[in-house]
């Protein structure tokens, strides 16, 4: 993996969003590369850091709705597979809710 790809999907590394096999391979290149290295683990201690100070902030639904759109499309890749019966067939999810944000519970 390279840098302008660990750039990417440094967010969805640090909330342990990305399936097993991307989480890995970013895990690598993070070992040889120390500019990434550094990159992943500030962001990692400013999501910690907010998550212990900062009020819970509310997106509007419609905001929610159209990046949820986006980063279906573009990610969809790199997002977990949930086990879905089989009759709805497989879908990707996104690392929350986007029915949990619009009814705001988590």
Do not use: Y
């Amino acid at each position: 993996m390279r840098c302008e790809e660990v750039r990417k999907l440094i967010d969805f590394h640090a909330d342990g969003a990305l399936d097993e096999s991307s989480a890995t391979e970013i895990e690598r290149h993070l070992i040889r590369c120390a500019s990434c290295a550094h990159e992943v683990r500030s962001l990692e201690l400013t999501i910690k850091l907010l998550r212990s100070t900062a009020a819970d902030a509310a997106a509007s639904n419609s905001f929610v709705t159209r990046t949820a759109a986006k980063l279906r499309a573009e990610l969809a890749p790199h997002l977990h597979q949930p086990p879905a019966p089989a009759a709805q067939g497989r879908q990707w999810v996104l690392p929350f809710s986007v029915e949990d944000r619009l009814t705001g519970t988590d």
